[in-house]
């Protein structure tokens, strides 16, 4: 079993820039899938960003090229850089681990994993 927590989130102007942190704790000595995912009011968690098996990471079309996953084996933490900021961006970002990380994708896809942390919120203001 892992914990996670969020750390980074706060309120910035339509343009600016956040990086949100992730620490996972306990289990840490086995392998999982890396994910971030957010949750706007009124709307249904979406995949932001997640690292797959080989390193490779994938994005949800709205942030592919503004967002940056990245993971510190060392640190044991998670990083979501996060850069040009829109107002649809606002929302609760949280981290996420599944210990099936063959399966990281289709996990990612159906926002099915094992654990979450409990949230940062970011606001974007025009």
């Known amino acids: 079993q892992v914990q996670l927590a969020e750390s980074g989130g706060g309120s910035v102007q339509s343009g600016g820039s956040l990086r949100l942190s992730c620490v996972v704790s306990?289990?840490?000595?086995?392998?999982?899938?890396l994910a971030w995912f957010r949750q706007a009011p009124g709307k249904e968690r979406e995949g932001v960003a997640v690292?797959?098996?080989?390193?490779?990471?994938n994005y949800a079309d709205s942030v592919n090229g503004r967002f940056t996953i990245s993971q510190d084996n060392a640190k044991n933490t998670l990083y979501l850089q996060m850069n040009s900021l829109k107002p649809e961006d606002t929302a609760v970002y949280s981290c996420?681990?599944?210990?099936?990380?063959?399966?990281?994708?289709?996990?990612?896809?159906?926002?099915?994993?094992?654990?979450w942390g409990q949230g940062t919120q970011v606001t974007v203001s025009s």
């Open positions: 690292i797959l098996e080989g390193g490779m990471t």
């Open positions: 306990g289990n840490t000595s086995r392998r999982y899938c």
């Open positions: 996420a681990a599944d210990r099936r990380w063959w399966e990281c994708r289709g996990a990612f896809v159906k926002a099915e994993f094992d654990y």
